[in-house]
Protein backbone atom coordinates (compact mmCIF):
# COMPACT_ATOMS: atom_id res chain seq x y z
CA UNK A 1 0.00 0.00 0.00
CA UNK A 2 1.55 3.22 -0.82
CA UNK A 3 1.34 6.42 1.47
CA UNK A 4 -1.69 8.16 1.93
CA UNK A 5 -2.09 11.05 -0.37
CA UNK A 6 -5.06 12.39 0.78
CA UNK A 7 -6.53 12.75 4.22
CA UNK A 8 -7.88 9.49 5.14
CA UNK A 9 -11.20 9.46 7.34
CA UNK A 10 -11.99 7.06 10.15
CA UNK A 11 -14.24 5.24 7.92
CA UNK A 12 -11.16 4.89 5.52
CA UNK A 13 -9.14 3.54 8.03
CA UNK A 14 -12.37 0.99 9.67
CA UNK A 15 -12.84 0.02 6.12
CA UNK A 16 -9.00 -0.54 5.28
CA UNK A 17 -9.31 -3.40 8.51
CA UNK A 18 -12.13 -5.03 7.48
CA UNK A 19 -10.77 -5.51 3.95
CA UNK A 20 -7.41 -6.17 5.39
CA UNK A 21 -9.15 -9.10 8.05
CA UNK A 22 -11.45 -10.63 5.14
CA UNK A 23 -8.61 -11.15 2.71
CA UNK A 24 -6.24 -12.57 4.61
CA UNK A 25 -8.80 -14.33 7.48
CA UNK A 26 -7.21 -12.66 10.27
CA UNK A 27 -10.61 -12.64 12.19
CA UNK A 28 -11.30 -16.26 11.67
CA UNK A 29 -10.28 -18.42 14.45
CA UNK A 30 -10.80 -22.35 15.36
CA UNK A 31 -13.23 -23.31 17.69
CA UNK A 32 -11.58 -23.71 21.23
CA UNK A 33 -8.38 -21.77 20.69
CA UNK A 34 -7.09 -19.28 22.54
CA UNK A 35 -8.96 -15.83 21.17
CA UNK A 36 -5.73 -13.97 20.65
CA UNK A 37 -4.36 -17.17 18.62
CA UNK A 38 -5.79 -17.22 15.10
CA UNK A 39 -4.75 -19.82 12.23
CA UNK A 40 -1.46 -17.70 11.87
CA UNK A 41 1.84 -17.88 12.63
CA UNK A 42 1.38 -14.21 13.58
CA UNK A 43 -0.53 -13.38 17.03
CA UNK A 44 -3.55 -10.74 15.48
CA UNK A 45 -6.31 -9.10 17.56
CA UNK A 46 -9.96 -9.62 16.45
CA UNK A 47 -11.80 -7.41 14.17
CA UNK A 48 -13.61 -5.74 17.26
CA UNK A 49 -10.76 -5.26 19.46
CA UNK A 50 -9.42 -3.46 16.33
CA UNK A 51 -12.53 -1.17 15.81
CA UNK A 52 -11.98 -0.44 20.04
CA UNK A 53 -8.48 0.57 19.47
CA UNK A 54 -9.49 2.66 16.37
CA UNK A 55 -12.36 4.56 18.44
CA UNK A 56 -9.53 5.14 21.20
CA UNK A 57 -7.33 6.20 18.97
CA UNK A 58 -9.85 8.85 17.75
CA UNK A 59 -10.50 9.69 21.57
CA UNK A 60 -7.11 10.65 21.60
CA UNK A 61 -7.05 12.71 18.53
CA UNK A 62 -10.05 14.63 19.42
CA UNK A 63 -8.68 15.31 23.28
CA UNK A 64 -5.29 16.35 21.85
CA UNK A 65 -7.22 18.57 19.17
CA UNK A 66 -8.35 20.45 22.10
CA UNK A 67 -5.32 20.55 24.37
CA UNK A 68 -3.30 21.84 21.81
CA UNK A 69 -5.35 24.81 20.43
CA UNK A 70 -5.50 26.09 24.40
CA UNK A 71 -1.79 25.82 24.79
CA UNK A 72 -1.29 27.61 21.93
CA UNK A 73 -3.56 30.37 22.40
CA UNK A 74 -1.48 30.85 25.71
CA UNK A 75 1.54 30.74 24.13
CA UNK A 76 1.03 33.35 21.36
CA UNK A 77 -1.63 35.31 23.25
CA UNK A 78 0.33 38.54 21.99
CA UNK A 79 -0.25 37.82 18.50
CA UNK A 80 -3.75 37.64 18.64
CA UNK A 81 -3.48 34.09 16.95
CA UNK A 82 -7.10 33.49 17.97
CA UNK A 83 -8.18 35.29 14.36
CA UNK A 84 -6.31 32.30 12.15
CA UNK A 85 -6.43 29.45 15.17
CA UNK A 86 -9.28 27.40 13.95
CA UNK A 87 -7.58 27.36 10.33
CA UNK A 88 -4.13 26.50 11.82
CA UNK A 89 -5.17 24.05 14.02
CA UNK A 90 -7.67 22.07 11.25
CA UNK A 91 -4.61 22.25 8.80
CA UNK A 92 -2.55 20.65 11.20
CA UNK A 93 -4.62 17.71 12.61
CA UNK A 94 -5.49 17.14 8.88
CA UNK A 95 -2.01 17.06 8.29
CA UNK A 96 -1.65 14.59 11.32
CA UNK A 97 -4.24 12.38 9.64
CA UNK A 98 -1.70 11.36 7.30
CA UNK A 99 1.00 10.25 9.98
CA UNK A 100 -1.79 8.75 11.82
CA UNK A 101 -3.18 6.85 9.15
CA UNK A 102 0.03 5.52 7.82
CA UNK A 103 0.74 4.29 10.99
CA UNK A 104 -2.21 2.67 11.78
CA UNK A 105 -2.59 0.93 8.38
CA UNK A 106 1.37 0.68 8.22
CA UNK A 107 1.25 2.30 4.56
CA UNK A 108 5.23 3.62 5.58
CA UNK A 109 6.58 0.19 5.62
CA UNK A 110 4.34 -1.39 3.19
CA UNK A 111 2.06 -4.33 2.75
CA UNK A 112 -0.28 -3.21 5.25
CA UNK A 113 1.41 -4.35 8.15
CA UNK A 114 0.65 -1.91 10.53
CA UNK A 115 -1.12 -1.60 14.27
CA UNK A 116 -4.07 -2.75 12.63
CA UNK A 117 -2.35 -6.27 11.59
CA UNK A 118 0.61 -5.83 14.16
CA UNK A 119 -1.05 -6.70 17.32
CA UNK A 120 -0.41 -5.29 20.52
CA UNK A 121 2.64 -2.71 20.08
CA UNK A 122 3.75 -3.32 17.07
CA UNK A 123 3.64 0.41 15.01
CA UNK A 124 6.00 1.76 12.77
CA UNK A 125 9.69 2.95 14.46
CA UNK A 126 11.50 6.05 14.25
CA UNK A 127 12.84 6.01 10.12
CA UNK A 128 9.25 4.99 9.17
CA UNK A 129 7.92 8.05 11.26
CA UNK A 130 10.97 10.05 9.18
CA UNK A 131 9.14 8.55 6.09
CA UNK A 132 6.07 9.93 6.45
CA UNK A 133 6.81 12.66 7.66
CA UNK A 134 8.37 14.47 5.15
CA UNK A 135 4.81 13.49 3.11
CA UNK A 136 2.44 14.62 5.81
CA UNK A 137 5.31 18.15 5.22
CA UNK A 138 5.00 18.43 2.15
CA UNK A 139 0.80 17.90 1.92
CA UNK A 140 0.51 21.03 4.56
CA UNK A 141 3.40 23.29 2.94
CA UNK A 142 0.75 22.77 -0.51
CA UNK A 143 -2.38 23.32 0.80
CA UNK A 144 -1.17 26.79 2.99
CA UNK A 145 0.68 27.95 -0.28
CA UNK A 146 4.65 27.86 2.19
CA UNK A 147 5.89 25.52 -0.13
CA UNK A 148 9.14 28.34 -0.41
CA UNK A 149 9.83 27.79 3.44
CA UNK A 150 10.20 24.01 2.90
CA UNK A 151 14.34 24.18 3.42
CA UNK A 152 13.52 25.32 7.33
CA UNK A 153 10.48 23.29 8.08
CA UNK A 154 10.49 19.42 6.35
CA UNK A 155 13.97 18.05 8.63
CA UNK A 156 11.96 19.35 11.87
CA UNK A 157 8.67 17.52 11.26
CA UNK A 158 10.59 14.13 10.87
CA UNK A 159 10.85 13.95 14.77
CA UNK A 160 7.55 15.51 15.52
CA UNK A 161 6.02 12.76 13.32
CA UNK A 162 7.36 10.27 15.70
CA UNK A 163 5.55 11.86 18.53
CA UNK A 164 2.55 11.25 16.92
CA UNK A 165 2.95 7.84 16.83
CA UNK A 166 4.13 7.83 20.33
CA UNK A 167 0.62 9.03 21.16
CA UNK A 168 -1.37 6.84 18.71
CA UNK A 169 0.56 4.06 20.16
CA UNK A 170 -0.56 4.89 23.68
CA UNK A 171 -4.05 5.27 22.94
CA UNK A 172 -4.04 1.79 20.46
CA UNK A 173 -2.60 -0.07 23.43
CA UNK A 174 -5.76 0.93 25.95
CA UNK A 175 -8.05 -1.55 24.72
CA UNK A 176 -7.66 -5.40 25.28
CA UNK A 177 -8.98 -8.50 24.65
CA UNK A 178 -9.17 -10.82 27.30
CA UNK A 179 -9.04 -14.43 26.96
CA UNK A 180 -11.61 -17.46 28.62
CA UNK A 181 -13.85 -14.92 29.79
CA UNK A 182 -17.16 -15.35 27.63
CA UNK A 183 -19.26 -12.25 29.66
CA UNK A 184 -16.67 -9.81 29.27
CA UNK A 185 -14.31 -10.18 26.41
CA UNK A 186 -12.34 -6.83 26.58
CA UNK A 187 -11.39 -4.46 29.32
CA UNK A 188 -10.16 -0.99 28.90
CA UNK A 189 -7.19 1.11 30.19
CA UNK A 190 -9.20 4.48 30.99
CA UNK A 191 -6.18 6.42 30.65
CA UNK A 192 -5.07 5.48 27.13
CA UNK A 193 -7.00 8.09 25.51
CA UNK A 194 -5.68 10.77 27.60
CA UNK A 195 -1.98 9.88 27.60
CA UNK A 196 -1.68 9.41 23.88
CA UNK A 197 -3.53 12.81 23.74
CA UNK A 198 -0.92 14.44 25.61
CA UNK A 199 1.88 13.65 22.98
CA UNK A 200 -0.93 13.96 19.70
CA UNK A 201 -1.07 17.84 21.80
CA UNK A 202 2.66 18.35 22.26
CA UNK A 203 3.21 17.19 18.40
CA UNK A 204 0.39 19.50 17.54
CA UNK A 205 1.70 22.58 19.29
CA UNK A 206 5.18 21.66 17.86
CA UNK A 207 4.08 21.51 14.09
CA UNK A 208 2.76 25.42 14.68
CA UNK A 209 5.33 26.64 16.22
CA UNK A 210 7.74 24.69 13.46
CA UNK A 211 5.83 26.40 10.90
CA UNK A 212 6.32 29.80 12.40
CA UNK A 213 9.49 29.58 12.84
CA UNK A 214 10.23 28.42 9.21
CA UNK A 215 8.51 31.74 8.33
CA UNK A 216 10.57 33.35 10.47
CA UNK A 217 13.49 32.39 8.73
CA UNK A 218 12.51 32.68 5.04
CA UNK A 219 11.74 36.53 6.18
CA UNK A 220 15.11 36.97 8.45
CA UNK A 221 17.58 35.22 6.07
CA UNK A 222 16.86 36.67 2.41
CA UNK A 223 14.82 34.65 0.86
CA UNK A 224 12.20 36.69 0.51
CA UNK A 225 9.51 39.77 2.20
CA UNK A 226 6.69 39.22 3.68
CA UNK A 227 4.81 40.66 0.88
CA UNK A 228 5.87 38.08 -1.31
CA UNK A 229 5.34 35.27 0.73
CA UNK A 230 1.85 36.22 1.62
CA UNK A 231 0.88 36.83 -2.09
CA UNK A 232 1.93 33.01 -2.67
CA UNK A 233 -0.36 32.19 0.28
CA UNK A 234 -3.00 33.84 -1.39
CA UNK A 235 -3.47 31.36 -4.20
CA UNK A 236 -4.39 28.60 -1.28
CA UNK A 237 -7.92 28.99 -0.24
CA UNK A 238 -6.54 27.66 3.54
CA UNK A 239 -3.58 29.83 3.98
CA UNK A 240 -4.44 33.54 2.24
CA UNK A 241 -5.97 34.26 6.02
CA UNK A 242 -2.73 33.36 7.50
CA UNK A 243 -0.96 35.55 4.97
CA UNK A 244 -2.89 38.37 5.99
CA UNK A 245 -2.49 37.79 9.61
CA UNK A 246 1.39 37.50 9.31
CA UNK A 247 1.37 40.49 7.37
CA UNK A 248 0.11 42.28 10.27
CA UNK A 249 2.36 40.61 12.43
CA UNK A 250 5.90 40.68 10.75
CA UNK A 251 7.71 42.53 13.38
CA UNK A 252 5.74 40.22 16.42
CA UNK A 253 6.86 36.92 15.11
CA UNK A 254 10.47 38.04 14.00
CA UNK A 255 10.55 39.16 17.94
CA UNK A 256 8.59 36.43 19.68
CA UNK A 257 11.58 34.21 21.85
CA UNK A 258 9.36 30.86 20.89
CA UNK A 259 9.73 31.20 17.35
CA UNK A 260 13.87 30.44 17.26
CA UNK A 261 14.71 30.41 13.32
CA UNK A 262 15.83 27.03 12.51
CA UNK A 263 18.87 26.03 10.53
CA UNK A 264 18.68 24.72 7.36
CA UNK A 265 19.86 21.18 6.32
CA UNK A 266 24.02 21.47 5.96
CA UNK A 267 25.69 18.78 4.26
CA UNK A 268 25.73 15.10 5.74
CA UNK A 269 24.69 16.82 9.06
CA UNK A 270 20.70 15.58 9.87
CA UNK A 271 18.34 16.98 12.02
CA UNK A 272 19.53 14.58 15.16
CA UNK A 273 23.69 14.97 15.07
CA UNK A 274 23.82 18.50 14.40
CA UNK A 275 27.38 19.49 15.58
CA UNK A 276 27.06 21.21 18.74
CA UNK A 277 27.84 25.20 18.85
CA UNK A 278 30.98 26.07 20.79
CA UNK A 279 29.78 27.99 24.11
CA UNK A 280 32.40 29.07 26.62
CA UNK A 281 32.29 27.81 30.04
CA UNK A 282 29.33 28.16 32.20
CA UNK A 283 27.13 29.40 29.53
CA UNK A 284 24.60 26.45 29.97
CA UNK A 285 23.67 28.02 32.96
CA UNK A 286 22.54 31.10 31.69
CA UNK A 287 18.68 32.36 31.41
CA UNK A 288 17.34 31.33 27.76
CA UNK A 289 17.78 34.24 25.90
CA UNK A 290 14.45 35.85 25.52
CA UNK A 291 12.70 35.27 28.96
CA UNK A 292 13.73 37.99 31.23
CA UNK A 293 14.36 37.81 35.39
CA UNK A 294 14.84 34.05 35.63
CA UNK A 295 17.25 32.42 37.90
CA UNK A 296 20.63 30.41 36.12
CA UNK A 297 19.48 26.65 34.43
CA UNK A 298 19.37 24.12 37.33
CA UNK A 299 18.30 20.99 35.84
CA UNK A 300 16.49 18.71 39.14
CA UNK A 301 18.30 15.15 39.76
CA UNK A 302 15.89 12.80 37.67
CA UNK A 303 12.61 11.13 38.36
CA UNK A 304 12.86 7.18 38.40
CA UNK A 305 9.87 5.34 36.37
CA UNK A 306 11.05 1.95 37.09
CA UNK A 307 7.89 0.60 38.51
CA UNK A 308 5.92 2.33 36.00
CA UNK A 309 4.25 0.00 32.74
CA UNK A 310 4.86 1.24 29.31
CA UNK A 311 1.65 2.59 28.67
CA UNK A 312 2.11 4.92 31.62
CA UNK A 313 5.51 6.82 30.66
CA UNK A 314 4.06 9.01 28.54
CA UNK A 315 1.54 10.37 31.62
CA UNK A 316 4.78 10.15 33.56
CA UNK A 317 6.32 12.87 31.62
CA UNK A 318 3.46 14.84 31.40
CA UNK A 319 2.72 15.39 35.20
CA UNK A 320 6.64 15.51 35.39
CA UNK A 321 6.45 18.86 33.12
CA UNK A 322 3.37 20.57 34.80
CA UNK A 323 5.94 20.11 38.30
CA UNK A 324 8.41 21.91 35.68
CA UNK A 325 5.86 24.90 34.52
CA UNK A 326 4.67 25.20 37.79
CA UNK A 327 7.88 25.82 39.44
CA UNK A 328 9.07 28.54 36.37
CA UNK A 329 6.04 30.20 37.18
CA UNK A 330 7.24 30.71 40.95
CA UNK A 331 8.96 33.80 41.71
CA UNK A 332 12.21 33.09 44.18
CA UNK A 333 10.62 34.84 46.99
CA UNK A 334 7.17 32.78 46.45
CA UNK A 335 9.28 29.65 46.11
CA UNK A 336 11.10 29.99 49.57
CA UNK A 337 8.21 31.42 51.31
CA UNK A 338 6.57 27.82 50.33
CA UNK A 339 9.17 25.33 51.24
CA UNK A 340 9.79 27.08 54.28
CA UNK A 341 5.90 27.20 55.67
CA UNK A 342 4.56 23.79 52.93
CA UNK A 343 1.03 25.08 52.22
CA UNK A 344 -1.60 22.53 53.68
CA UNK A 345 -3.39 20.24 51.69
CA UNK A 346 -7.61 21.50 51.28
CA UNK A 347 -9.55 18.54 51.63
CA UNK A 348 -12.27 20.55 50.60
CA UNK A 349 -11.02 22.33 47.25
CA UNK A 350 -10.19 19.03 46.73
CA UNK A 351 -13.33 17.65 46.95
CA UNK A 352 -14.56 20.70 44.82
CA UNK A 353 -12.06 20.18 42.24
CA UNK A 354 -13.18 16.26 42.03
CA UNK A 355 -16.92 17.00 41.70
CA UNK A 356 -16.49 19.29 38.93
CA UNK A 357 -14.52 17.23 36.85
CA UNK A 358 -17.09 14.06 37.46
CA UNK A 359 -19.81 16.52 36.86
CA UNK A 360 -18.06 17.39 33.36
CA UNK A 361 -17.04 13.53 32.33
CA UNK A 362 -20.54 12.51 33.24
CA UNK A 363 -21.82 15.07 31.04
CA UNK A 364 -19.13 13.96 28.43
CA UNK A 365 -20.01 10.55 28.11
CA UNK A 366 -23.50 10.92 28.24
CA UNK A 367 -23.73 13.08 24.92
CA UNK A 368 -21.14 10.19 23.48
CA UNK A 369 -23.45 7.55 24.54
CA UNK A 370 -26.50 9.24 23.54
CA UNK A 371 -25.59 8.69 20.07
CA UNK A 372 -25.66 4.94 19.82
CA UNK A 373 -28.53 4.40 23.58
CA UNK A 374 -31.92 5.61 24.71
CA UNK A 375 -31.34 8.28 27.14
CA UNK A 376 -31.88 6.44 30.01
CA UNK A 377 -29.04 3.59 29.28
CA UNK A 378 -26.69 6.84 28.07
CA UNK A 379 -26.97 8.02 31.59
CA UNK A 380 -26.14 4.80 33.22
CA UNK A 381 -23.66 3.59 30.96
CA UNK A 382 -22.09 7.25 31.70
CA UNK A 383 -22.62 7.25 35.28
CA UNK A 384 -20.56 3.75 35.34
CA UNK A 385 -18.02 4.72 33.38
CA UNK A 386 -17.50 8.08 34.99
CA UNK A 387 -16.76 6.24 37.91
CA UNK A 388 -13.99 3.94 36.32
CA UNK A 389 -12.60 7.00 35.33
CA UNK A 390 -12.49 9.05 38.56
CA UNK A 391 -11.25 6.17 40.50
CA UNK A 392 -8.07 6.29 38.33
CA UNK A 393 -7.72 9.92 38.37
CA UNK A 394 -5.75 12.30 41.30
CA UNK A 395 -5.80 16.30 41.83
CA UNK A 396 -2.68 17.32 40.48
CA UNK A 397 -0.64 20.07 42.44
CA UNK A 398 1.70 21.78 40.08
CA UNK A 399 3.97 21.76 41.72
CA UNK A 400 3.54 19.26 44.35
CA UNK A 401 2.86 20.60 47.68
CA UNK A 402 6.21 19.34 49.38
CA UNK A 403 8.20 21.28 46.14
CA UNK A 404 7.34 24.23 47.15
CA UNK A 405 3.65 24.44 45.23
CA UNK A 406 -0.06 25.80 45.97
CA UNK A 407 -2.85 24.49 47.43
CA UNK A 408 -4.59 24.63 43.91
CA UNK A 409 -5.54 22.14 41.89
CA UNK A 410 -4.96 22.69 38.05
CA UNK A 411 -5.03 19.34 36.24
CA UNK A 412 -6.16 15.74 36.82
CA UNK A 413 -3.75 12.62 36.20
CA UNK A 414 -2.95 9.05 36.62
CA UNK A 415 -3.14 8.10 40.27
CA UNK A 416 -0.02 5.52 39.97
CA UNK A 417 1.98 7.90 38.53
CA UNK A 418 1.18 11.01 40.95
CA UNK A 419 2.01 8.86 43.92
CA UNK A 420 5.25 8.11 42.31
CA UNK A 421 6.62 11.16 41.74
CA UNK A 422 5.39 13.07 44.64
CA UNK A 423 7.38 11.33 47.31
CA UNK A 424 10.88 11.36 45.10
CA UNK A 425 11.20 15.14 45.90
CA UNK A 426 11.81 14.60 49.29
CA UNK A 427 15.82 13.99 48.56
CA UNK A 428 15.85 16.89 45.89
CA UNK A 429 14.34 19.81 47.71
CA UNK A 430 18.00 20.63 49.88
CA UNK A 431 19.79 21.35 46.10
CA UNK A 432 17.40 22.83 44.47
CA UNK A 433 16.56 25.30 47.82
CA UNK A 434 20.35 25.81 48.01
CA UNK A 435 20.50 26.86 44.25
CA UNK A 436 17.92 29.31 44.89
CA UNK A 437 19.18 31.15 47.60
CA UNK A 438 22.19 31.85 45.27
CA UNK A 439 20.04 34.58 43.79
CA UNK A 440 20.73 37.86 45.84
CA UNK A 441 17.96 38.96 48.33
CA UNK A 442 17.56 42.23 46.34
CA UNK A 443 16.15 40.38 43.26
CA UNK A 444 13.92 37.60 44.52
CA UNK A 445 10.85 39.21 44.43
CA UNK A 446 11.12 39.85 40.28
CA UNK A 447 13.09 36.66 39.55
CA UNK A 448 11.48 33.38 38.48
CA UNK A 449 12.54 30.04 39.02
CA UNK A 450 14.27 28.50 36.00
CA UNK A 451 14.28 24.44 36.46
CA UNK A 452 14.59 21.24 33.98
CA UNK A 453 12.80 18.02 35.47
CA UNK A 454 13.77 14.90 33.60
CA UNK A 455 12.95 10.95 33.91
CA UNK A 456 16.01 9.17 34.12
Request: hydrophobic share 40%; aromatic share 6%; proline share 5%.
Amino acid sequence: MPLWTRIPSWLDIEAYAERLFSTRGLGERERGMNPLSPPSSINVPSIDLIYRRVRCVRRACDLGEKEAANSILKRFSDLDIRSILDEMISAVADMAMIIIGSALTGATIGGGIGLLAGGIGAFPGATAGALVGVQAGTWILGVLGLASIAEFFTEGLKPIATGYIRGVSAAWNGPRERTGNPLSSFSDDSMAAQQGAWDIARSHEAVVILLLSAIVAYLTRGRGSVSLLATEMRGSERGAKLGQWMIRHEEDLKQHPDLKAPEPPRGALSHQDTAPPNRPSGKDKEPPKGKQNTMPLHEVECFKADNMPASKIGEFERQLKGHEDGLNRLTIDEYLANIANPIKRSKAAATMARKKLQTDLQQRFQDEFSQTMDVLDAEDAAIKKTKEVMSNLAGLHNPDLSAGGKDVISDFGDKQVNSSIGPQWRNKIKNLKKEVENVPESMRESTFLNVKLHKC
